[in-house]
């Protein structure tokens, strides 16, 4: 049996002191003894050889972590800061310089000079570049394909200091404008006029701007992005048409159809009393002269509602030409219609992924509440190789849209003849179908396909002349 180690236990006043060769325990106590106080110190007991063990591990987690966040910034500043031509320098001055020291060639170290030189040279470049204050401006929101803005970039320099020349990116789309900023002394600024191409229809997002601090070879760079992003509707072309077109009436007491009620405008026969019938629909004209009392009857009308189907299928189109023409011309028809108070449903296909096509069919309804909503939503769209055939979009839309009473269908040159003489089969009974067909290369005209009537449209022009010969 191992003896235990020798402990020794002293008092002196205040203080109890117990020592051995593994543990020591300290104690003292605060008493109040007049005007002065006494301590007291609580020490846990602590193994002299596990405390510092767990000393060196925290210290060497908090080193790591110091390292690892230092390291990552480093990277991240190098990836940020230094150009591709930056980093070719930076391999002279750090890997030639040494390796031509090492092996007395004087070419490696003239060309690591050269690349010392160039870092030093181009650090100066990088002071400031933070004082700028940078606007940009856009006149409109909303212009029309084929035309031109022209933005306001005003930069400020905000500092009390010299600001050295700089570079400021704007982005305008997929591409990049550079705009050259001179040496701006304090609170003096600098406004640059920077043209912003709307030559196709689309959706074009101006921005961030980005402040760049470069040395004039390009080694280093230090870049600035302000969170401000202008975006600049596009809107298709559109032609002023006629207000009444081919296949319908604009009439503020609907279409007459067929079907004979007992209640509604529009007058159409006067027939014997029967149980049930309301006097106020009595004529007492017919019933003077009869002898009995006869009633009128009425046509049951309906208010005319307008539907525009616009083909998204690649497969439809013979090139982009036809597709801008075919927005274009859906979107006149729809100006129109909403100008003049009608009841109107434009529709679409939605993009269906390639795996669920067969068990999905989607339309996209767009925004007719204003012209301006309409022109939003034909702004942003596209066409897609996924997107339905013209059938079934017409089938859908013949399901979901009420009381349609005439359909435009807008297409390209690739639908078949066989497939435009079928397409009336998509919607109900008593529906009248006018098919647009958008060819560049084709001749205007206007034909009649099984009944379905057919305009064909060179140019987005030969749409008014066409509707405006069918009114006449």
Not at 315 to 336: H, I, N, T
Not at 337 to 354: F, K, Q, T, W, Y
């Amino acid at each position: 049996m191992t003896p235990r180690p020798e402990a020794k236990l002293t008092h002196t006043g205040s203080r109890l002191t117990h020592t051995d060769s593994r543990f020591t325990h300290t104690e003292s106590r605060l008493t109040r003894t007049g005007t002065g106080f006494g301590s007291t110190t609580h020490t846990r007991y602590t193994s002299t050889r596990a405390g510092a063990l767990i000393d060196a591990v925290v210290w060497s987690v908090r080193a790591r972590r110091a390292v690892v966040a230092g390291t990552t910034a480093s990277v991240r500043w190098a990836s940020e800061t230094v150009t591709p031509a930056g980093w070719l320098v930076v391999t002279c001055a750090l890997v030639l310089l040494p390796l031509g020291l090492l092996l007395g060639w004087a070419e490696l170290i003239l060309a690591g000079l050269v690349g010392l030189v160039l870092l030093v040279i181009s650090l100066p470049f990088l002071a400031g570049g933070r004082a700028y204050s940078v606007a940009f401006t856009l006149p409109v929101e909303r212009v029309v394909a084929g035309s031109e803005v022209t933005g306001t970039l005003r930069i400020e320099n905000v500092s009390k200091r010299l600001e050295l020349p700089g570079r400021v990116d704007v982005p305008i789309g997929a591409g990049l404008t550079d705009v050259h900023v001179p040496l701006l002394r304090p609170g003096h600024v600098h406004e640059e006029s920077v043209s912003v191409p709307a030559y196709r229809r689309g959706v074009i997002d101006v921005g961030p701007v980005t402040t760049v601090r470069s040395d004039p070879l390009g080694v280093l760079k230090r870049e600035l992005a302000w969170a401000e992003v202008h975006r600049l509707f596009v809107h298709p072309v559109t032609v002023s048409i006629p207000s009444t077109s081919a296949g319908f009436v604009r009439d503020l007491e609907g279409n007459p159809t067929a079907d004979v009620v007992d209640s509604d405008i529009s007058f159409h026969a006067i027939r014997a009393y029967a149980p049930g019938d309301g006097q106020r629909h009595i004529h007492w004209k017919s019933t003077a002269k009869t002898g009995q009392l006869m009633v009128r009857q009425f046509e049951e009308t309906r208010r005319s509602r307008l539907a525009i189907l616009l083909s998204l299928n690649t497969a439809e189109y013979g090139s982009d030409d036809e597709f801008e023409l075919a927005v274009s011309a859906a979107g006149s028809l729809g100006v129109r219609a909403i100008r003049d108070g009608r009841d109107l449903a434009v529709v679409a296909s939605e993009e269906i992924p390639e795996i669920a096509r067969a068990a999905i069919r989607s339309i996209r309804v767009l925004n007719v509440l204003s012209t301006r909503g309409l022109l939003d939503d034909l702004t942003a769209i596209e066409s897609s190789p996924r997107a339905m055939s013209l059938e079934q979009v017409a089938a859908l839309a013949a399901q979901v849209i009420p009381d349609m009473s005439i359909a435009f269908v807008v297409c390209g040159s690739a639908v078949t003849t066989r497939r435009l003489q079928a397409l009336s089969l998509s919607f109900p009974p008593g529906v009248s179908v006018v098919v647009v067909l958008c060819d560049p290369l084709g001749t205007p005209s206007f034909r009649i396909l099984a009944g379905t009537p057919v305009l064909t449209i060179e140019i987005l022009d030969d749409f008014r002349s066409l509707l405006s010969r069918r009114v006449a």
